[in-house]
């Protein structure tokens, strides 16, 4: 992978990872369109550093509330930021079970898939399309709820399905209201990747051939600045703006992959 293909694909992951449109199905698009040949794992460690970028972004965005997290947890007591952290805790383990076991089957994916990357941008039009026809409701995020979107967020790793999409329609659904689904769905993400990134570092084999650094500096750098001038913006969006529309134009995306791998 060249460095001016780095640099396309790092913006649309820091444009995309905040709009309910699967960024990792625009990524596997974008490298298909890009005619990058990198083998499914250094393709998989490249999606993953640059989610690490865009994560990054997202403590910089919400600093304030991870400080009052942090802060809460310090106080050895069981107050809200306890509890909070808690659900975080929760929402994170079908996604790591999923990490730790089918990393491999799910590496395959990561490699120029686009008829698999189509099907999912169309269920996680589908599935946008049923949260923006449910009822809203004030609800927060309990323990249950915080498993199943938890839940959802392991079945997102697959390219295609959005996972802030896919966590935000499904506590939706749930009842909870679209906003505290959003800031839930965001700080959830962040332990979660920053473990991914690490353990991909740590199993890289040094005695293969070495990704290249260079365009891995370069997508990083790309969907951090993109992502820290999108974060609020995309939120405040997801949060007004009607799910239908994410809706539609997923279903239009995953339409165009679906032609172009059966083409």
């Avoid at 076991?101 to 269920?123: K, M, T, W, Y």
């Avoid at 609800?139 to 959005?162: C, E, H, N, R, T």
């Avoid at 679209?178 to 769905?185: C, G, I, L, Q, V």
């Avoid at 994410?246 to 165009?256: E, H, P, R």
Wanted: aromatic share 8%.
């Amino acid at each position: 992978m060249d460095g001016l293909s780095a640099l396309i694909l790092g913006i649309i992951q820091g444009l995309t990872e905040f709009l309910p449109v699967s960024s990792s199905g625009h990524l596997e698009l974008g490298k298909y369109l890009l005619g990058d040949t990198s083998m499914p794992k250094e393709s998989l460690l490249f999606t993953i550093v640059l989610h690490a970028a865009t994560a990054l972004s997202t403590m910089v965005v919400f600093r304030k509330d991870i400080a009052e997290i942090l802060n809460g947890l310090l106080a050895f007591k069981n107050n809200e930021a306890t509890q909070f952290s808690l659900k975080i805790i929760l929402s994170m383990i079908p996604a790591a079970l999923v990490g730790l076991f089918l990393e491999d089957a799910i590496s395959q994916f990561f490699h120029r898939n686009l008829l698999a990357v189509g099907l999912l941008l169309c269920f996680t039009g589908l599935l946008l399309f049923l949260a923006d026809r449910a009822k809203q409701t004030n609800k927060s995020v309990d323990y249950a709820s915080a498993f199943w979107i938890g839940s959802m967020q392991a079945v997102a790793i697959l390219p295609g399905i959005s996972r802030s999409g896919a966590t935000i329609a499904t506590a939706v659904l749930l009842g909870i209201d679209k906003e505290k689904a959003a800031k839930f769905s965001f700080l959830m993400v962040i332990p979660l990747i920053l473990g991914s990134m690490a353990k991909s570092f740590l199993a890289l084999d040094t005695s293969a051939t070495t990704p290249a650094i260079l365009p891995l500096v370069i997508g990083s750098i790309a969907a951090f600045i993109t992502g820290l001038l999108a974060c609020r913006w995309m939120i405040a969006l997801v949060k007004n703006a009607q799910l239908k529309y994410f809706s539609f134009y997923c279903i239009i995306v995953g339409g165009l992959a679906l032609s172009i791998a059966l083409g």
